[in-house]
């Protein structure tokens, strides 16, 4: 299942490529092109206008509520999204499928104490960025768990 963020749901965007799921999201396209993408790519366009989620040409799902919280759990119940609990296939930042990179070919790249603390690193291969199970892992697990409750 792949999705298609309109411009206000940038954040739902980032969060649905660490939760596994191929999400493009252009932070300035006009109504008409992203119906275009979201038919070309076969994407579903979630959004937060009423009036474009009434579009017939692609599946759309209107998102109700400003909250990311409540974004995330509207659409993993929506679609019963299965949720992985391992780091997500995409990179928050350009959608791009991340690869997972052998721990010395990062050395040099990351933090010396994030080398020694952590053992899988993976790597965009768009915008090069390297991610670790880090600190900020332990939020992600916990909303992974907070939205798996919800199922
Ligand atoms: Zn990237």
Redesign the pocket.
């Known amino acids: 299942m792949k999705f298609l963020a309109d411009s206000m749901l940038g954040k739902l965007a980032k969060w649905l490529r660490i939760l596994g799921f191929d999400t493009a999201y252009y932070n300035s396209v006009s109504d008409k092109n992203l119906i275009e993408i979201a038919e070309e790519e076969e994407r579903i366009l979630i959004t937060r206008d009423k009036q474009l989620s009434r579009c017939w040409v692609v599946s759309c799902l209107y998102i109700k509520s400003e909250s990311i919280d409540e974004q995330l759990h509207q659409i993993v119940k929506y679609f019963n999204l299965d949720i992985k609990e391992t780091l997500g296939k995409f990179?928050?930042?350009?959608?791009?499928v991340?690869k997972e990179v052998e721990k010395k070919e990062i050395k040099l790249l990351v933090p010396e104490l994030v080398y020694s603390s952590y053992k899988n690193f993976w790597k965009?291969?768009?915008?090069?960025?390297i991610y670790w199970e880090g600190t900020h892992w332990e939020n992600i697990k916990k909303k992974v768990k907070e939205l798996k409750g919800e199922n």
């Not at 990179?91 to 791009?96: G, Y």
């Not at 965009?124 to 960025?129: G, M, Q, T």
């Open positions: 990179c928050p930042l350009c959608n791009e991340l965009c291969l768009k915008c090069n960025k």
